[in-house]
């Protein structure tokens, strides 16, 4: 469906282009770099006009960017061009037209690219948009514009390829035929993103997102990963450089309403987030989060205080020092040879930015001077990592078309006028698709789809020393290449989410909606998977399934005291010998039986002693036995627990106490009945030694049955 709506889109265009007038763009604005093999390049380059209904100006420069990027592209395609073993005899060239960082604008400028089927009569006459013939054509950079160009680009058959757009959508085949990139697509970028989450063991996030094909796309994939690794959302919201701020005020107070997802994910550009930010800073609640953002999120300027901790997830590429000597040492003098238009743009740029003019007629009277050049003192700015990726991008169309003229027509690298008929749109994507080289970074080379593996940085924004400025540090890589795709360098970690910023560093902050529940106890589950309640169990009872439930332990058996997942045996626990406790109860036990045995040998010796008989021999011989049997009993009580010596410790504790308190209760009941019988004159009965003895053995008897 999407198809025939481009086609239809492209048959509409045709027709204004061929009929009638587009005033924004007319005047035909290009940079041209003549070459044998011409490349087309889409790019901003220029702004749209003051008038609303200019929407693209040769007049309005796109500042220092220009420069640099016709000055980086310069640079790519001469060093392809001097390059022996490249293309020998071949000269790659381009030409660049500006979109003005417009859509419409840059399907207007696709369909420059694309062959008509019929010439106009003069087609230099500035109402009509001039036709170049390309072999391929270098991308717009966003994905949204991507969209639009890729379609028309593949129903005329030629290759596109772009530096950045990552759209999944571009991935799509059967729409984009002829689109390539250099850039891995967002589902590598998406998994990347998940993987720090799990890596950190965040399980309870929420995500921010813009509402185009970029942000919505991206976002759905995190969504389906986070869902797949039972990682909880909490909120999900939308995020757009127009909203207004009190708009961005309710996307605050609902990232902070429960207060436990500390990480945001955002899938968005740096001026959707500005806003989020604000309302933060306005809130006193900085550093509040911690953002883990895609690669359209740029770590740069007054986002950097509010965002300290925060992780990126960056294209991995390397800085090409060697193009920014080149632009430096580049003036308007070393761009003659462009095209009148690709000249003034140079011109104007020089005249911006260094205050001055080439024309003595012009409103500043300052001149140009000629050996004037750009450096860090006077406001150029490194190419930065961007740089590697133009590189790529030229040498893909370089070695497709090498091994497309070595093996379809070798002789045009000595004969030129031969590539015209040689170069064919199908076959020329074919050869692309195969290329296989060694980037700036690391190897190129291409799926089925045009997509490359995944490669990326990984950043986070910390705070100097002195707390008062911040740095992003790169803190590890991703790469689809290897087999553990993350690798975090833990030594360049820092984080800054606690109040004294020179504690626990290194400790993860935490990212989640409940604490691991701790040994013994188990959970009850709540409406999200990672949000439960923690119960204890009984103290005889051991967690299963999981956790989710207690079981009681049988008889003989306690649970583990480590993890309460398992009933193990009760250990036998009692008195040994040689402890402390039982070398005194032994010892004293001793002395007390040998006492015993000894105030026995003395009654036995004086057994007729009339002292003896008075205080009742068989009573006292059994009170003696009693307590030579308790402290005998001490020994089984210390002894290893086994069956008899249960047995005895336990009968010998009774029946040892029924020995030593049967008697006296007899005894005392018998000196009473005596005294109280001595008042009434009458003497009482059963008071001789022998009863004595039989009430002493059936108490003692009932103690035995007892």
Known sequence: MLLWQVYVATIVFRVILSDFTLPGLQGGGVYLHQGDVMIGVLSSLLQSGISEDELCSDDVISGL????????????????????????????????????????????????????????????????????????????????????????????????????????????????PYFMRVAPPDRYQTQAIVDIIRYFNWTYVSTLHRPD???????????????????????????????????????YTNLKRHNKPKVVIVFAFTADLRGVLDAIRTSNGSNEFIFV?????????????????????????????????????LTPSNFSDANTLGHKWIRDVWEFHFDCSFNNSGKNSTLCDDELRLNEENGYTPYGVSGSSLIDAINVFAHGLHELITNECPMAFNETSLLEDCIKGPLFKQYLVNVNFMGSWGPINFDQNGDILGRYSISQIQNDPDQQQQHVVRIGIWDKHMDI????????????????????????????????????EFYIKQELKCCWECRKCR??????????????????????????????????????FTDILAIVMTSLSGIGLLACITVSVL????????????????????????????????????????????????VGFHIS???????????????????????RTIRPNFISSRWQVIFTMFLILMQVLI
Request: charged fraction near 20%; include cysteine.
């Open 485 to 520: 795709n993350l690798d975090v360098n833990n030594a360049t970690l820092k984080w800054h989410h606690h109040t004294d910023h020179n504690k626990l560093q290194n400790v993860y902050p935490e990212s989640m909606c409940s604490y691991p529940c701790r040994p013994g």
């Open 213 to 251: 094909s970029y942000g919505q796309n991206g976002i759905n994939k995190v969504h389906r990963l986070l869902k797949k690794y039972d990682i909880c959302l909490e909120y999900s919201g939308v995020i757009h450089k127009s909203m207004k701020q009190n708009e961005f005020a309710d996307v």
């Open 603 to 650: 009654l036995i010796k004086n057994r007729n002693h009339k002292l003896v008989k008075a205080s009742n021999r068989e009573l006292t011989g059994i009170i003696l036995a009693g307590t030579m049997l308790a402290y005998v009993t001490v020994y089984t009580v210390i002894a290893k627990p086994v069956t008899i010596y249960c047995y005895l410790s336990c």
């Open 293 to 329: 953002v895609s690669d359209a999120v740029s770590f740069k300027g007054d986002i950097l205080p509010e965002m300290v901790g925060s992780i990126k997830i960056g294209l991995y590429s390397e800085p090409v020092s060697a193009m920014d000597t080149f632009i430096k040492s």
């Open 65 to 176: 960017s220009t420069f640099k990027f016709i000055g980086g592209l310069t640079y790519a395609m001469d060093k392809v061009n001097t390059d022996p073993t490249i293309l020998p005899g071949v000269r790659l060239g381009f030409i660049a037209l500006p979109t003005c960082q417009g859509l419409l604008t840059t399907l207007a400028r696709v369909l420059q690219f694309v062959p008509q089927a019929s010439q106009c009569e003069n087609p230099r006459d500035p109402k009509y948009l001039q036709y170049y013939k390309v072999q391929g054509v270098l991308g717009p950079p966003s994905s949204q514009a991507s969209v639009m160009s890729a379609p028309v680009l593949g129903l005329a058959q030629i290759p596109q390829i772009s530096r950045w757009a990552s759209s999944d959508e571009l991935s799509n085949k059967e729409l984009y």
């Open 657 to 679: 106490s029924a020995l030593a308190y049967a008697p006296m209760a007899v005894k005392t009941n018998r000196v009473f009945r005596i005294f109280d019988g001595g008042k």
């Open 539 to 576: 103290t005889n009872e051991i967690t299963i399934n999981n956790a989710s439930t207690c079981k009681e332990c049988p008889i003989y058996k306690w649970p583990d005291q480590v993890v309460f997942e398992n009933c193990v045996e009760i250990q036998l626990s009692y008195l040994l």
